[in-house]
């Protein structure tokens, strides 16, 4: 066997062993028909699969518009109970804490030497209208003239201006209660000399109390005088209502809020001023509110947007937003009752692309 038979009988052997090695993967690079024809179809089935998504069928409902903000309360009156003049406290006739009727008498300043002036003007009075008396006699005989008989007489009317007058310093000694309510704690003993400017103590009324608090000046032309409040402060979740009875007039510049009052009955004494008030302020009622959770509308520079399903795809609409609450959002336009509104997967959501509905809650 020469030299170049050798060769191509390697090259021979070399080739078969090739073949022989490739051969069983041909079946894997080109099946039969048969096979050729699932695996077209499972590529055709995984191009045409939808986005699973769940949905929301937007349905009409009663709605009430609230907003909730913060409070104080305030007595329904309160009164620094201050003496009109000076004097020295002679008799302290309340006690603190104690309830009081409009007009009971609560302390007296000394008031020696207004009595005795008091006493001596009575005397003077007596002793002028006797004058008078004679003098009109006389007059009516004409024994006097009707000058000196008019002098007479207005010495009487002044004795008795004076007496009036010095009755009034009198009474002013006396410190009487403005209104009914409870009086606070005293600031002054028995013996103090006290003026005008010195406070002896406080006088609350507290039935009914008052709920101050201020809202967003946009809501100002929904709150009118009447309308109910429900509130609790930090003692307890105890709900307590109230109505309003005052509305200011302007909104504030700095805050652009706008000031309101309510009253709320405070028969057991429950309500004490100062306390922090949690309000809830029933703005409207509305009868067919379109209502969606707020995950699924998206917020967006030149508005609101959400998506819709119809046939099968994805359709981006345009909405205009109401009223929020805790875990929903009113739709005011670009949606129609019963509509099919996608609310998972926003996020990989386009428009026009085909969705597979997984649940839909009404």
Do not use: C
């Amino acid at each position: 066997m020469n030299k170049v038979t050798k060769v191509v009988l390697l090259i021979v052997i070399l080739t078969a062993l090739v073949a022989w090695a490739v051969y069983p993967r041909l079946d894997d690079l080109f099946p039969k028909g048969k096979d050729k024809s699932n695996i077209s179809t499972t590529n055709v089935a995984n191009n045409s699969s939808a986005l699973p998504v769940n949905a929301v069928v937007a349905t009409p409902k009663f709605l009430e518009n609230k907003i909730k903000i913060t409070g104080s309360l305030l007595p329904n009156e309160s009164v620094t109970i201050m003496s009109e003049v000076a004097g020295m406290v002679t008799e302290i006739m309340f006690e603190e804490g104690q309830k009081v009727r409009k007009g009971d008498l609560l302390l007296r300043l000394k008031d020696d030497e207004l009595r005795a002036q008091l006493e001596k003007l009575k005397y003077s009075k007596k002793l002028a209208q006797e004058t008078e008396n004679r003098q009109r006699q006389l007059l009516e005989k004409e024994a006097i003239s009707q000058e000196e008989y008019d002098i007479t007489l207005t010495n009487l009317n002044t004795s008795e201006a004076d007496i009036k007058l010095l009755q009034t310093q009198i009474e002013r000694t006396y410190m009487r209660a403005p209104f009914d309510g409870v009086i606070g704690l005293r600031q002054i003993s028995e013996g103090a000399y006290i003026t005008s400017s010195t406070s002896i103590t406080t006088l609350y009324n507290l039935d009914p109390m008052k709920v101050a608090f201020a809202i967003p000046g946009k809501y100002v032309n929904k709150v009118n005088v009447g309308d109910e409040i429900e509130f609790s402060t930090e003692v307890s979740n105890q709900l307590f209502k109230g109505e309003v009875y005052a509305i200011e007039p302007q909104i504030e510049a700095n805050t652009r809020t706008v000031q309101i009052r309510a009253y709320a009955v405070n028969k057991d004494a429950q309500l004490i001023p100062g306390q922090f008030a949690k309000v809830e302020l029933l703005m409207e009622r509305i009868e067919d509110a379109l209502m969606l959770p707020a995950y699924a509308v998206i917020p967006e520079l030149n508005g609101h947007k959400l998506f819709l399903v119809k046939d099968g795809k994805a359709i981006q609409r345009m909405v205009q937003i109401g009223v929020r609450t805790e875990s929903e959002v009113q739709i005011l336009e670009g949606l129609n009752p019963q509509d099919t509104v996608i609310t998972s997967g926003l996020l990989e959501i386009r428009p026009g692309i085909e969705v597979k509905l997984k649940s839909i809650n009404n």
